[in-house]
């Protein structure tokens, strides 16, 4: 069974850069491109993973993020941004995600974060 990954990012250039990597390394790739689609995926059948980005045209990543980690199953949530600061990582580790990555960042600095959050080898920030 291939592990199923939600990417939620409202940049296309992003979103198909890493949709295009996770499905190379063998991972199934659903997409969300804003809060409410993101939330309403996390709905249905429940992913692996979530990387999501912080700041969404409808509202907060967090709230991606919350859902997630309160699911019935809680998911591990990779979180990025391109606006950092100890205040968006801060709230980011406060509301469950695994890892706060900045952008831009590296493929094998993704790669290394997801097998990190998938493994449940904690959280991290960089």
Partial sequence: MRRRVLVVDDETDFLVTYERLLRREGYEVVTATSRATGLAALAGELPHLVISDLRLPDGDGL????AARAARDPVPVIV??????????RAALAAGATTFLAKPFAAAVLLAAIRSSMNGTGARAT
């Fill in 63 to 66: 709230d991606v993020v919350r």
């Fill in 80 to 89: 990025i941004t391109g606006y950092p600061s100890d205040e968006t990582r």
